[in-house]
């Protein structure tokens, strides 16, 4: 799927806000929605269990130092 699109991965951040590999969507939405669908679909016909969970920022950041700050 993602050679079919030519994007290199999946990360929702990134394809929520256009940017990275999925910036030529910014004037095509609708490529994108076709992209998170394909995907969606996938995860649908392969996940046995979803999962969430919830940790509040001033926590995480207690305990994540380092290069995994970035993700803050």
Not at 9 to 28: N, S
Not at 43 to 50: E, F, G, T, V, Y
Not at 58 to 69: C, D, L, Q, S
Request: aromatic share 12%; proline share 6%; no cysteine.
């Amino acid at each position: 799927m993602l050679r079919q699109y030519d994007v290199p991965y999946l990360h929702m951040r990134e394809v929520a806000h256009f940017t990275g590999p999925f910036e030529k969507w910014k004037k095509d939405p609708r490529g994108r929605d076709k992209f998170l669908s394909a995907a969606i679909s996938i995860i649908n016909d392969s996940a046995l269990h979803s999962f969430s969970a919830l940790v509040p920022t001033e926590a995480y950041a207690k305990i994540v130092t380092g290069k995994a700050r970035r993700f803050l």
